[in-house]
């Protein structure tokens, strides 16, 4: 069972979560302005259904208000994860089909990528705030000990690719606001330990 | 027995033969003959005046031969359709109603899909014509589909609405706007609201707020955008005169802004005060820099030709009880 918070710890993670919510504000913003610059440039229809594809996590959750904070930061953190590798090769899609045509798109992306990136660092100073272990750290070290990396997925064709990109930014856009609504939540004390709500785990 | 206006409508009179001698009556009135062909009644054109009861009675014995209730009206046009969240993240409501009526009874029936899934609108008691979804999912880019279908005897139609989960957020208006003058500062007015009481959970969820205000002689406004805090404290105001003041409420994150009233200028002050219901307006007046109880810095009708803290009084319960 988790110990009440110190109040050092208390200020600390409020700090975080408003740090933390002021730049999830501002990645939605330029998510928003990307993803109408994508589908501009893409000529795409920004209305169209697009289904789940693989490596994009889904901002949909049921029960949202029944996490606890650990899930919140744990599900937002592999979120994130994920965008990172998600932009990074959208990013170098980009560079290898237009070259410089669209320097601007290009900037925009990388410029997402950086937010998404931070953000994703962020999440694992709240982690460790609460001294929880950063998952996926060690296997990571490990592989890249033993290995070149992980094998890359399957290369998709330029429609899907695009269809990808165009999915991917509009859940990057939803996750920006369940981050901020999460770190609100995260941000609350509870009334009984001065703890935050849901990190302490049931015994 | 439901026809459409203009129709023309051929009644038999029950088994009797064509030729027989018969009375026709609606709603106990004698039928001129010359609508009659035999013991056939023919109506042409119907138009909503010929809705009522008929009645057909043999010529001699005056048995009852025939009835029916005739109800003259229109199949549905395409029926209005509105779905908005004033309660996030709790669920969302919509409602409906038809663009005119048909005079006849309707039936509405609508349906509700999350991406494969149905989901339940639960009707409301009142009003009749709006039920609420309860959000299962939270985020989700997935749309909703809202299909409203009406239907009568003489005909169906539907309409159909398409959303984002986003999209449709919009909370009520804020609830018992108060501006309160500053002591020993005319030119300010202290203005404070609270929260919609439809939005559940403030906190997690907070709102933002637009506030705009102005002398009820002048007609340009001035706009104050507030992130957080339900008071702001007006610092221009015009000594001695009497304001408009709105607010208005937004999720700091998603959606629209809520409604607030638009008046014109020539009403008079009272008639703003009796036309607040959606939208949270009051009207106030600025203290005056000199007198305390000057009546010539007083506007408007004897209710509130008082001294103006309870002339301020009086337009802040005004707001709120009329």
């Known amino acids: 069972m988790a110990a009440a918070d110190s109040p ?21 913003a330029d998510v928003v302005d990307l993803l109408d610059a994508y589908v501009e440039q893409q000529g795409l229809d920004a209305s169209a259904s697009v289904a789940a594809v693989e490596g994009v996590p889904l901002a949909a959750v049921e029960r949202w208000d029944e996490q606890t904070g650990t899930q919140r930061l744990l599900e937002n953190l592999a979120a994130y994860r994920a965008f990172r590798a998600l932009l990074a090769q959208m990013l170098e899609e980009q560079r290898e089909q237009l070259g410089e045509a669209d320097a601007g798109l290009g900037r925009a992306l990388a410029a997402v990528l950086l937010q998404v990136s931070a953000f994703a660092y962020h999440l694992e100073e709240l982690l460790r705030l609460e001294s929880r272990g950063i998952p996926g750290e060690e296997e990571e070290e490990e592989e890249e000990e033993e290995e070149d990396g992980p094998p890359p997925p399957p290369r998709l064709s330029l429609f899907e690719q695009k269809l990808r990109g165009l999915g991917g930014l509009r859940e990057l856009a939803q996750w920006a606001v369940r981050s901020v609504r999460d770190l ?20 | 027995q439901y026809e459409r206006v203009g129709a023309d409508v051929t009644m038999k009179c029950g088994s009797m033969d064509w030729d027989a001698a018969v009375t026709w009556t609606v709603n106990g009135t004698d039928i001129d003959e010359s609508h ?22 043999e010529g001699s014995s005056w048995h009852l031969k025939y009835q029916t209730n005739l109800k003259v009206g229109t199949p549905p046009k395409e029926p209005v359709l509105m779905c908005r969240s004033n309660n996030y993240p709790k669920g969302f409501y919509c409602s409906w109603h038809l663009p005119t009526p048909t005079y006849i009874p309707n039936t509405f029936n609508i349906s509700v899909i999350h991406g494969t899934k149905d989901m339940v609108c639960e009707k409301d008691a009142i009003p009749k014509n709006r039920c609420h979804i309860r959000y299962l999912q939270l985020f989700s880019t997935v749309k909703y589909k809202v299909t409203l279908t009406v239907t009568n005897a003489l005909g169906k139609n539907f309409t159909t609405l398409t959303f984002d989960e986003f999209a449709i957020v919009k909370p009520d ?8 003058p500053v002591p020993n500062n005319p030119r300010r007015l202290e203005v404070s609201w609270q929260n919609p009481s439809s939005w559940p959970d403030p906190e997690s969820f907070p709102l933002k707020f637009f506030l705009r205000y102005r002398p009820l002689i002048l007609d340009q406004w001035q706009h104050v955008e507030l992130s957080d805090g339900t008071s702001h404290t007006i610092t221009d105001a015009y000594a001695g005169k009497e304001y408009i003041i709105q607010v208005a409420a937004k999720d700091n994150d998603i959606g629209t802004w809520s409604d607030w009233r638009h008046h014109s200028s020539s009403h008079h002050p009272l008639s703003f005060l009796a036309e607040t219901t959606s939208a949270s307006t009051s009207s106030f007046m600025a203290p005056p820099t000199t007198k305390i109880c000057d009546k010539g810095a007083v506007v408007g009708s004897g209710a509130m030709a008082v001294c103006w803290t309870a002339g301020l009084v009086v337009a802040a319960y005004s707001v709120l009880f009329i």
């Open chain 1, 8 to 28: 050092s710890t208390a200020l600390r993670r409020r700090d975080l979560c408003s740090r933390g919510i002021r730049l999830a504000g501002k990645m939605r």
């Open chain 2, 36 to 57: 009659l062909n035999g013991a056939y009644l023919i109506l042409k054109n119907v138009g909503l005046s010929q809705s009522g009861q008929y009645s057909c009675y």
């Open chain 2, 173 to 180: 208006p804020p609830e018992s706007v108060v501006a309160k």
């Open chain 1, 184 to 203: 609100r939540q995260l941000a609350k004390p509870s009334p009984a330990t001065g703890a935050a709500p849901g990190l302490a785990e049931s015994s």
